[in-house]
DNA sequence: CCCCAGGTTCTGG
DNA sequence: CCAGAACATGGG
């Protein structure tokens, strides 16, 4: 009951499963023993593999919830392949850093989330690390989230948190953030914030509405914007981007990447995190 | 036992 | 307004 979807890339580097799905974006997916990811998105159970250009999704759907062209049309949007990253790599290779970082990791996405997944995924991240937000994630969407075909479980929607209490979301282990979690599920909820409005306000309006909710500072509002509203003009501020602009770009990040500076930060991340030779100096800090 | 982790909030100057 | 501490939890 899976429908298999190939997609033709520009190359064989246009995307590296592991830079893009296993990078502190999503946090669904996880590496078979063949290379291949498998995980959840949109409420969607997928094996994702790659061979030469090819991108191939199989696709486990809940019968009768979508037709292969909706499934097509879901995953194509969620590796953002609409977007033509040949131009965009060739406009930051225009910077000496942005060229070695590009060099580095080509295959790096941008992956187009939902809004509501988002949130709650980046208000976990703060001061968390990769491995136990991926955790904590799991033990969400088991507790609260839809069950699957293949004994996998969707995302929860907000009304699924909605009005729980701290002890409910125990489970999850979650620490300080449980509070956080149902301010967003709550406020999602009640209408007293809209994902999909903010689609509708300026940068600086959206992020402003999304820091009403507790928990959500700059940095996790920026990260909701980008990952999940693809405003790709937003640029989170995490450690790593903090220590790459101040030790790399004294004098500022070009202006001419700032209306896609969410993916110029999608390198420039991943470069700084893993790559020695970009020589960042991790201690230090006064 | 200490430090750290894709931060934010709280607190004292 | 701003520097530090506190915040839960788990791994090194």
Aim: glycine share 8%; with cysteine; hydrophobic share 40%.
């Amino acid at each position: 009951m899976s429908h298999i979807l190939r997609f033709s890339l520009p190359g064989p580097e246009a995307i590296s499963l592991p830079d893009t799905l296993d990078c502190g974006q999503s946090f669904r997916f996880s590496q078979n023993p063949d290379g291949s990811f498998s995980g959840v998105a949109g409420g969607r159970f997928a094996t994702v593999s790659l061979s030469d250009s090819t991108l191939s999704v199989e696709c486990f759907c809940r019968t009768g919830e979508s037709t292969p062209a909706d499934c097509e049309s879901f995953w194509r949007d969620y590796f953002d392949l609409n977007r033509d990253y040949d131009v965009l790599k060739l406009l930051f290779s225009s910077d000496e850093t942005m060229k070695k970082a590009v060099a580095y990791c080509p295959g790096v996405r941008l992956l187009r989330q939902e809004p509501f997944e988002a949130l709650c995924s980046f208000i976990i991240s703060q001061n968390n690390n990769i491995p136990r937000i991926k955790g904590i994630i799991s033990r969400l969407c088991e507790c609260f989230g839809e069950p699957l075909p293949g004994g996998q479980f969707a995302f929860p929607i907000p009304a699924a948190i909605a009005g729980k209490t701290v002890e409910d979301l125990a489970p999850l282990r979650s620490g300080f953030r449980a509070k956080y979690l149902l301010d967003a599920a709550e406020r999602v909820h009640n209408g007293s914030i809209s994902l999909c409005g903010l689609s509708r306000l300026s940068y600086d309006d959206a992020r402003v509405k999304l820091m009403e909710i507790k928990g959500v500072g700059p940095k996790v509002a920026d990260c909701v914007l980008l990952y999940g509203m693809a405003r790709v003009e937003s640029l989170p501020r995490d450690v790593w981007i903090k220590r790459a602009l101040e030790q790399l770009y004294p004098e500022g990040f070009p202006e001419e990447f700032a209306p896609v500076a969410g993916i110029a930060q999608q390198y420039l991340f991943h470069y700084c995190r893993t790559c020695p030779e970009a020589g960042l100096v991790v201690k230090s800090e006064k």
